[in-house]
Nanobody, 131 residues
């Protein structure tokens, strides 16, 4: 059984930092791209960052570039999302997901980024940012 377990969420002040972890089990970790997604109340889920299994390339949505860093420890089957300079708009439930993707962890088409093929999802971890 595939399991993804997120941890590391919590309450932080504006400008603070958190490191989220996504621990995977039940899959061949080296063959799966991992993505981080978030959903705030009343908003659609959005992709935040991902790391590709094929070449380790990474992607970030514009709103987190320069502030968030995704990394992978294949030996521990864990992907991390280091979040710095947190803003109130970063508050959301953060989910990690795994997809057996042949090339990139995200595709771009006509101005939009698409995250397709993420078949396994964690339960999420809450991030709250106080001002």
């Amino acid at each position: 059984e595939v399991q993804l377990v997120e941890s590391g969420g919590g309450l932080v002040q504006v400008g603070g930092s958190l490191r989220l972890s996504c621990a995977a089990s039940g899959l061949s970790f080296d063959d799966y791209s991992i993505g981080w997604f978030r959903q705030a109340p009343g908003k659609e889920r959005e992709g935040v960052s991902c790391i590709s299994s094929s070449d380790g390339s990474t992607f970030y949505v514009d709103s987190v570039k320069g502030r968030f860093t995704i990394s992978s420890d294949n030996a521990k089957k864990t992907v991390y999302l280091q979040m710095n300079s947190l803003k109130p708009e970063d508050a959301a439930v953060y989910y990690c997901a795994a997809g057996h993707l042949p090339v990139a962890c995200v595709t771009y088409y006509r101005g939009t980024y698409y995250y397709k093929g993420y078949d396994y999802w964690g339960q999420g971890t809450q991030v709250a940012v106080s001002s």
